[in-house]
Nanobody
């Protein structure tokens, strides 16, 4: 069974940068697109970014130009470089296998990002 573990979150001030990592444990013979989602307190989980197997990225409008998604297929890992963070980026961030969706039945524990003004 494949599990995804997110890391790299933290508490920063507005304008700072963070780099989130997503490590995939377990073997899978199939490569998936990878995505990042986030959920702010009291709100629905929302899409942030996806990257295809071939490396094509897709971003939510709210993060375009500030966030960059990448992947390392040799390590089964995905990353989210977040620059120019805003207070509204505060959320629990999750990674998932799938293009703009989670193709698995579960979510990891996520990694908390808190941005203060």
């Amino acid at each position: 069974q494949v599990q995804l573990v997110e890391s790299g979150g933290g508490s920063v001030q507005a304008g700072a940068s963070l780099r989130l990592s997503c490590a995939q444990s377990g073997r899978t013979p199939v490569l998936y697109a990878m995505s990042w989602f986030r959920q702010a307190s009291g709100k629905e989980r929302e899409f942030v970014a996806s990257i295809s197997v071939g490396g094509f990225p897709q971003y939510a409008d709210a993060v375009k130009g500030r966030f960059t998604i990448s992947r390392d297929k040799t390590k089964n890992a995905a990353y989210l470089q977040m620059n120019s963070l805003k207070t509204e980026d505060t959320a629990l961030y999750y990674c998932a296998r799938g293009w703009m969706t989670n193709e698995d039945d579960n979510w990891g524990q996520g990694t908390q990002v808190t941005v203060s003004s």
